[in-house]
């Protein structure tokens, strides 16, 4: 570790996404939670770095969590652009975005925990849970869900999700495969619709909670 180093949730596409973008870009390293060095680990607040991404400065020994290590990631590459990336103001506006994407991002890609080293998934935290839940139907709904027996599936669906005792968890990845249904089908013609609405619906389900 050379450079300012990102230890991310290698069961989260996105944080794969984004941290591999800023490789690529130069501006930092990556290393996945679950091949952590040992050494690494005494200057980290794991429970803190499971739920905000840490960035190890090695030379410095500084450690920055979530927003602040990204921003200030982006302040060093594109210094002139400072002021906006470390604006409190934006800080703010961009927080609860993170708490929601964070709390739920395996709920998001639909991804299990590694099968090695240590694992960072999130607490599951109600507040942000119910928050994506009623979002990814809101939008859902906006899309436009195919109505008649199809929502009486789906709520024969979630009732019967509701007796899971991860009902929280069952409940995102329903709500996820509606929003995911909805957008996919949104483009398909007519009865199409209600084939492709349940075709993904049904697979992402069976994927995720299978």
């Known amino acids: 570790m050379t450079q300012p180093t990102f230890l991310y949730d290698d069961a989260c596409p996105m944080c794969r996404v984004y941290t591999g973008a800023f490789k ?23 429970d803190r770095g499971r739920h905000e991404i840490p ?3 090695v030379r410095s020994g500084e450690v920055l969590y979530g927003l602040d290590a990204m921003t200030t990631v982006l302040s060093r590459a594109m210094p002139r652009l400072r002021p906006i ?13 993170y ?20 694992d960072c998934a999130p607490d ?21 869900i195919p109505g008649g027996w199809t929502l009486f599936g789906v709520f024969f669906i979630g009732a019967w999700l509701i007796s ?37 619906l049904v697979g992402e389900l069976w994927r995720r909670l299978g």
């Open 24 to 46: 690529r870009c130069g501006w930092s390293d990556r290393t996945p939670f679950s091949a952590i060095d040992e050494e690494i680990l005494p200057r980290i607040d794991l």
């Open 99 to 118: 708490w929601l994407i964070t709390y739920n991002r395996r709920i998001i890609a639909g991804t299990r925990a590694p099968e090695n080293g240590y």
């Open 164 to 200: 899971r005792a991860d009902r929280l968890d069952s409940l995102g990845h329903l709500a996820t495969t509606i929003l995911l249904a909805s957008c996919l089908s949104s483009w398909m013609p007519g009865k199409v619709t209600i084939l492709v609405f349940w075709a993904v």
């Open 55 to 57: 960035l190890v400065d």
């Open 85 to 97: 990336f470390r604006s409190p103001v934006l800080l703010a506006i961009l927080k609860p975005l």
């Open 124 to 144: 599951v935290h109600r507040g942000w849970r119910l928050m994506w839940i009623a979002l990814a139907i809101i939008f859902a709904t906006l899309l436009g």
